[in-house]
């Protein structure tokens, strides 16, 4: 059923929500007949970036054969915010709309959707200038929460190119000058505060526009049913005034001026900041919210209505920040603020030095993976030691590996931003029985020679007096007890197999450090260690949110049971959940410029970049012997020409993150 409608296309309604379980929107634009449509689309498609409680999501968008892009978003059975102004207007029954305390929480989710834009999102966006605020342009939903739409015009604030028109929802004084364009949706969020204090349209002359009164004639114009705190109007009339002759705003200008009055008049009076009444998250609209997000710190004091959000949107908070409606910038327990160590020792058997290699280097793509992200943990702050590949007659210049490590839990002990720390460690190891160290434990780092004691490694970690947490895995021969002393911090360890065990190493690598990146892996590739594993069917029809150290030491103990030694664990204190449940399994979409149909690659093939770009040319059938794949990310700009090129397996992982298109062309090879 068709709802409305624009420049370029039509809005459709549609019931059927057994696709996304509620009513959704479809946006039909024909980009086709008018260049400037395929920009208004390029534009919108931004939309699928961002992800707030003020802006309405994109669900999918799609680009069809006859030319239409289609753009999916939650139907809101509201409208827009200009037509239930004008329909409060008209009646006089004490509609929502018409409640003061409605106009206020809409006005402030409106400034807070700016400033969520107009912020930048460090190696994802630029701030993004929306120039097209207007009331048409906010939508409400069955409660009378407020969501900004219609990114047709937007473009990011570094954008160089010119849109097909610099037109914005109002009509600025001195929109000519470029400094005044950053200020363009400041200048028209003033206008809609006008519109929520008189009831009157943008354009209606009562007898001058609103934008040309001063603060006396909107005095005279107040629709006094719903105004009837006069502390109230009169300070939103000042913001409106404000914004109106102030021509050159920053972000902080703007939130110290505007939302932090706004946001005072909602906490003094106690008005709700969202009104919600299923248990839905407030960012997506469609996922149930999570019993128990980890989103839990940073609550300012004054916090009276914490946000309430989805798994999907807390993992997916490295892209968009989720802020609580205190004002305070919310993160994941899981992964921010971590750190990690990772040791690889060697081997005088090449094949077994060189699985405990790849075994690490696999752990570390697996704690800073973001596509899925499973930990998250920063890649500045993962420190990887593994066996060098060097000629044996350079090697006795090499840095030893003990000193590396030392250098390594030396910048964790320093780092005021890490407070979880994870150390595995991947090695040979003797009971003290072996040799000359006869009391101590040892840990073989080196082939042969290098021997580390046990009291030297628990001398390092009593260095890390800012860890507050610290998860030690040792994959080892005769793994001991580590003491790490602290009653105010926590501390878990778990061992490939008891203190007086032999861990199994084959040539292919470690069984432990296998079912562990298994584990932690969860269903995102969908592969079980063998055909039909019960152990892997179990684990993954378990519905969690979360992989704590119990369910992960069940999983790898289950799979060790007749094959090796079990596991041990040692818990100083009760512990937390350690990564994200991965359930969901993850396809990486990528586009063919010359109008090929889309093809999907499980998660499991994307090993390197070079496999990726052999998968994708027998994927779209085209020569692998004389033909070669450029793989580009489509950013949704205008001022370049090409698209950035993703050149390694982690810039393709990234654009598809930040939920850039991927698209691929091809060539021939140049003759050599």
Same mark, same amino acid.
């Given at each position: ?52 409680? &003020? ?6 968008? !799609? ?5 239409? *892009?289609?753009?999916?978003?939650? =139907?809101?059975? %509201? ?21 003061? @305390? ?58 160089? @190119?010119? *849109? ?10 001195? $929109? ?22 008189? @009831? ?5 002359? /009562? ?72 248990? $839905? ?14 989103? *839990? ?18 993992? /997916? ?61 920063? #890649? ?30 030396? =910048? &964790? !002990?320093? /780092? ?7 150390? =595995? ?9 072996? %040799?000359?160290?006869?009391?101590? +434990? ?5 082939? @042969? ?15 890390? %007096? ?17 003491? &790490? ?9 778990? %061992?490939?197999?008891?203190?007086? #065990? ?36 179990? =684990? ?97 700009? +205008? ?8 050149? *390694? ?24």
């Amino acid at each position: 059923m068709a709802i409305g409608g624009g420049a370029f296309g039509q809005v459709y309604r549609s019931n059927d929500s057994e696709v996304f379980g509620i009513p959704v929107a479809v946006k039909k634009i024909q980009t086709t007949v008018y260049e400037q449509a395929e920009k208004h689309a390029r534009m919108e498609m931004m939309a699928i970036r961002l992800l707030n409680p &003020f802006i309405l999501p994109l669900i999918a968008f !799609a680009k069809k054969s006859n030319g239409e *892009t289609w753009f999916i978003t939650p =139907y809101f059975e %509201n409208g827009d915010l200009k037509k239930a102004i004008k329909d409060g207007k008209a009646s006089e029954d004490k509609m929502k709309i018409n409640l003061q @305390s409605t106009r206020v929480r809409i006005a402030l989710h409106i400034a807070l959707a700016i400033k969520y834009i107009h912020t930048e999102v460090p190696n994802v966006r630029g701030a993004i200038l929306h120039k097209d605020i207007a009331s048409s342009n906010v939508v409400l939903d069955k409660n009378l929460n407020a969501r900004l739409i219609d990114f047709g015009l937007a473009r990011e604030k570094n954008d160089t @190119s010119k *849109t097909y028109s610099e037109k914005a929802g109002y009509t600025h004084p001195q $929109k000519g000058n470029d400094a005044i364009k950053e200020s363009l949706d400041y200048y028209n969020f003033g206008i809609i505060i006008r519109e929520l204090l008189t @009831s009157l349209g943008p354009a209606e002359k /009562n007898p001058v526009q609103l934008e040309n009164m001063d603060v006396n004639q909107i005095r005279d114009n107040l629709d006094r049913k719903v105004w009837v705190d006069e502390e109230i109007r009169e300070t939103l009339n000042e913001l409106s005034q404000m914004c109106l002759e102030k021509f050159t705003w920053t972000i902080e200008d703007f939130e110290t001026n505007i939302i932090e009055k706004l946001q005072d008049i909602v906490w003094k009076k106690g008005i709700p900041m969202y009104e919600c009444q299923e248990e $839905k998250c407030h960012h997506c609209i469609i996922n149930p919210i999570s019993k128990n997000s980890s989103l *839990t710190d940073n609550h300012y004091a004054n916090c009276n209505q914490k946000i309430q959000v989805c798994i999907a949107c807390e993992k /997916n908070s490295i892209l968009n920040p989720v802020t609580c409606y205190c004002g305070a910038t919310l993160k994941s327990v899981i992964g921010s603020k971590w750190g990690a160590l990772l040791i690889a020792g060697d081997d005088e058997n090449p094949d077994k030095a060189a699985a405990m290699k790849r075994e690490i280097l696999e752990l570390e793509r697996v704690v800073t993976s973001k596509a899925p992200r499973i930990i998250g943990i920063s #890649k500045c702050n993962v420190r990887t030691v593994v066996p060098v590949d060097t000629k044996a007659d350079t090697r006795k210049e090499e840095t030893p590996t003990w000193t590396k490590i030392q250098e390594h839990i030396a =910048y &964790f !002990a320093k /780092n005021d931003d890490i407070d979880t720390l994870l150390i =595995y460690i991947s090695c040979h190891g003797d009971d003290g029985g072996l %040799n000359e160290y006869s009391e101590t +434990n040892m840990f073989q780092l080196g082939k @042969s020679s290098e021997l580390i004691s046990l009291n030297a490694f628990e001398e390092q970690l009593q260095t890390l %007096n800012k860890i507050d947490k610290l998860i030690l895995f040792l994959d080892r021969c005769f793994p001991p007890m580590v003491e &790490f002393e602290d009653k105010q911090r926590k501390f878990v360890q778990m %061992n490939a197999c008891s203190e007086d #065990k032999k861990a199994i190493l084959k040539d292919e690598g470690s069984l432990f450090t296998t079912y562990v990146i298994q584990g932690l892996k969860a269903r995102s590739e969908k592969r079980e260690c063998s055909e039909n594993c019960q152990h892997c069917l179990s =684990y993954w029809d378990k519905r969690t949110e979360y992989i704590s150290i119990d369910s992960l030491f069940d999983y790898v103990n289950k799979h060790l049971k007749h094959k090796a030694p079990p596991p041990n664990r040692h818990l100083k204190s009760t512990w937390d959940d350690i990564a994200f449940f991965t359930e969901d399994v993850v396809h990486i979409e990528f586009s063919s410029k010359d109008g090929k149909t889309p093809i999907r690659l499980p998660l499991e093939y994307l090993k390197n970049i070079n496999e990726v770009k052999l998968m994708l040319l027998k994927a779209f059938k085209v020569d692998t012997e004389t033909h070669e794949v450029k793989i580009e990310k489509d950013i949704f700009r +205008n001022d370049q020409e090409a698209d950035d090129e993703c050149k *390694t397996l982690e810039q393709v992982m990234e654009a598809w993150v930040n939920r850039f298109p991927l698209l691929v062309s091809f060539s021939k090879k140049k003759e050599t």
